[in-house]
């Protein structure tokens, strides 16, 4: 190893890692300058100014305001049809790999794939990450393949809008999101039966990976979806052309449901912002999801959703690290103390095996 790489390597393990983060005061004079100079998408320029304008803005995780800049950026650049290259992409592509598929990264591969499909070049990302992202896809791939999931491998692929990242196996796109997405829906389906639920609400949905494979395996589901833009934005669009066949709900401001109860209730797919959850009935939906995001978030913020959950759904299912990896105030959620409610009933509440410093929890939430 050359003295130079070696010093980057001390470098890596001395340095901590910056967390990138952005205040409210300091997004909201970026964005009036951006919005003016930048050709922008109508309907994201409305969720981002109503986003803005609202109190609850002021929550805002600092750390998901410099990602908001930088998807933001992205979208203008290099178009929403190739996000899955230049936004999703980023978000597999860290040092994280590695590490979420550690007990398994080193299994023999029991599957064939052609060299030739694992060695495909994209427009939007360097070679050597395609090559990587390709590889990791292949290990996650041949562990549900070993695991017996043919059934879901048969049923969820990788949709083609987005430009995505994938291998084909068995005549069948794959991507390390869809993947990903099949072992959260295996365990929902093990401790509650999708047949069994009719209406769900996501936040923190990306970009509508979840919703995408759950109404792939249930038709006729009610889906709602909560964020914050631009994420929103990509969601929307994302699952709009997906399932051009169903009603769509899209963001509109609305300050009480009457307003929108009609269209809101036909709709088989809805968009809204964090602020008008408050709005929607109690007990509207069979189940709340949260994969992934609860973890990006301050005390204030996790102990509203809980609330909201409790008010708002029957059953929780949540994903989280074991241990939050950003402190935003002094505090952090680990496996063991996120705001569980006393009169919730636990379901399921265990380390995950893959990613494996990641939980699934799954609790039934009673009136």
Known sequence: ????????????????????VL??????????????????DDSLKLMVDNFISDESFDRSSI??????????????????ENFKQTIESRHYFGEGNTRLLKPIINDDIKIHIDNEE?????????????KKYSRYTLILLNYLNKKGLQNYLNLINEDKYGNPIFITFNGRKHSFS???????????????????????????????????????MKDNLKYTICDIPPTLFIAQTNIEQTFPNKRIFKFRPFKNYDEVKDDFEKADI?????????FLPSKIFDLSIAIDCLHEMNKKQVFNYFNEFDRLSSYLFFKCQNVQWANFDNNKFTIDNYPIKKNWKKIL??????????FDAI???NI
């Open 1 to 20: 190893m050359g003295i130079i790489n070696l010093f980057k390597k001390i470098l890596r393990k001395i340095r901590p890692y910056k967390l990138p």
């Open 349 to 358: 509440h265990k380390k995950c095996f893959i990613p494996n410093d990641y």
């Open 118 to 130: 694992l060695n495909k070049t994209y427009e939007f990302i360097d070679d050597k990450l395609a």
């Open 63 to 80: 750390y998901w305001n410099a990602l908001a800049q930088q998807h933001l950026n992205y979208i203008v650049n290099h178009g929403i």
């Open 178 to 216: 869809s993947l990903n997405s099949i072992i959260e829906l295996d365990t929902i389906n093990n401790n509650l039966n999708i047949d069994n639920i009719k209406s769900i609400l996501e936040i923190g949905a990306g970009s509508g990976r979840t919703c995408c494979s759950l109404i792939k």
């Open 270 to 278: 809805k968009f809204i912002l964090p602020n008008q959850m408050k």
């Open 363 to 365: 609790y039934k939430i």
């Open 23 to 40: 205040s409210s005061e300091k997004f909201n004079s970026w964005w009036d300058i951006f919005k003016k100079k930048e050709k922008i």
